[in-house]
C-alpha cells in the first residue's frame, strides 16, 4: 500500500487478472506489487497484506525469499537466498530465522538446528566442510556453549565452548574406548598465524582468533599422545 513518490519512481500493483492498481488495499488473491525502491514480490494477499506464499525480491542486494507469509512479515517455511552470503531453508517468525533451520554458508560449512530471533540456539550441528570437523551440541547467541567436538577420524571432545572453541574441564573420547580428562585455555591468536580449531562460516571472519591449550589431568593415558595427532 505504498504511494508514488514524487519525481522517482512508482508504486505499481498488478493483480492476477492483469488490473493495474496504485495500491493494494482491501485486495484478496495474487498479485505482483513492484516497489519505488526496485524491490518485487510475487504471491498471495489478503485484505492487502503479504499472507500466504510468496516471493520477493530484494533489489538492494540481489536477496531472494520464497515461502510463507504472514501481516506483510516471513513467517511460517520458506528459503532465503543472500546472493553470495549464503542460503537458509527452514522456519520464520515475524521476520527472522526461528525454530528448526539450515543455514548453508558460503564456502560449503553448514548449521542444521534451532534458531531464536535469527540467532542460532537450541540443539544444533556446525559441519566444516573444508576440514570435515563437526560441532554438535546446545547453542546460545549464535554461538555453542556445550557438546561434543569431533574429528573425521571419530576422536571426539566433550565439555564447555566460548568463542565456539573448547574452555574449561572436558574429555577427549578415542574410538579404542580410552578416555583423557583436562582442560583448555584459550590465548588470543597473534596476528599471522594459522586457525586450527574449524571455524564459522563467513560470519567470523571478523572475529578474535585463539589458540588453544591443553592441560591434561595427572595420571595420563597412552591415549593421550593422539590429542595432537587426530587426522
Known amino acids: 500500500m505504498a504511494e508514488e513518490e514524487e519525481g522517482g519512481a512508482k508504486y505499481i500493483f498488478v493483480t492476477e487478472n492483469g488490473e493495474i492498481k496504485s495500491m493494494s488495499r482491501g485486495y484478496t488473491g495474487k498479485a505482483t506489487a513492484s516497489y519505488p525502491n526496485g524491490d518485487v514480490y510475487e504471491g498471495d494477499y489478503t485484505d492487502g497484506i503479504r499472507e500466504g506464499r510468496g516471493i520477493y525480491r530484494y533489489s538492494a542486494n540481489g536477496d531472494k525469499y520464497d515461502g510463507e507469509w504472514r501481516q506483510n512479515c516471513k513467517h511460517g517455511i520458506g ?8 542460503e537458509y531453508q527452514g522456519y520464520w517468525e515475524n521476520g527472522r530465522r526461528h525454530g528448526e ?3 548453508v554458508y558460503p ?3 553448514v548449521y542444521s538446528g ?7 540456539e537450541g540443539t544444533g550441528t556446525y559441519t566444516s566442510k573444508r576440514t570435515g570437523m563437526k560441532m554438535f551440541g546446545e547453542w546460545s547467541a549464535g554461538q555453542i556453549k556445550s557438546g561434543k567436538w569431533f574429528y573425521p577420524n571419530g576422536v571426539y571432545f566433550e565439555g564447555k565452548f566460548e ?10 573420547h ?3 574406548g580410552n578416555k583423557l580428562e583436562g582442560a583448555y585455555a584459550q590465548k588470543p ?4 598465524e594459522e586457525e586450527e580449531a574449524p571455524e564459522e562460516g563467513a560470519e567470523e571472519s571478523a572475529k ?4 588453544l591449550v591443553w592441560q591434561a589431568c595427572t595420571g595420563i593415558a597412552s591415549s593421550a599422545h593422539l590429542v595432537n595427532s587426530v587426522e
Open 189 to 192: 591468536k597473534e596476528a599471522g
Open 114 to 120: 534451532w534458531w531464536r530471533f535469527g540467532e542460532k
Open 208 to 211: 578474535p582468533k585463539f589458540d
Open 174 to 176: 578415542f574410538k579404542n
Open 107 to 109: 564456502n560449503g560449512d
Open 79 to 86: 528459503k532465503m537466498n543472500y546472493n553470495g552470503k549464503g
Open 163 to 172: 568463542n565456539n572453541k573448547p574452555i574449561g574441564e572436558g574429555s577427549w
Open 101 to 103: 533451520g539450515v543455514f
